[in-house]
């Protein structure tokens, strides 16, 4: 048996047992947006932090805007959804400020 076709046994197994069913975020959408915005170079080097064990700030800020923009979701309290909104700019202007840095270093 091939590769491909022990991997996709495995996963329909997996599949007729349920263990799919309960995932975090099924059925919604992947917001990939954050992930197409990083340069080429820059995923490939999280990539290899990654599987390291090691996570860079940015990407723990994107986790966390990530984290902050499903909480704001499910918020319906006027006050809080604008504290969660104003933590949400924070951390998106110092990622930004992140990934300007770097395109200057990368420049010079």
């Known amino acids: 048996m091939s590769l491909d076709k022990a991997v996709e046994a495995i996963i329909r197994e997996a599949q007729e047992r349920g263990d799919f069913d309960n995932l975090p975020g099924k059925g919604k959408p992947i917001d990939l947006t954050a992930y197409f ?3 080429d170079e820059v995923r490939n080097a999280y990539a290899m932090l990654k599987n390291a064990g090691i996570v860079p700030a940015e990407v723990e800020l994107l986790q966390d805007i990530a984290a902050l923009k499903e909480r704001l979701a ?3 309290e006027e ?3 604008s504290r969660i909104q104003k933590i949400i700019r924070e951390k998106q202007l ?3 400020v992140m990934m300007d840095q770097q395109k200057r270093q990368r420049r010079d």
């Open 37 to 39: 915005d990083t340069p």
């Open 74 to 76: 499910a918020t319906h």
């Open 79 to 81: 006050t809080e959804r």
């Open 94 to 96: 110092q990622f930004n």
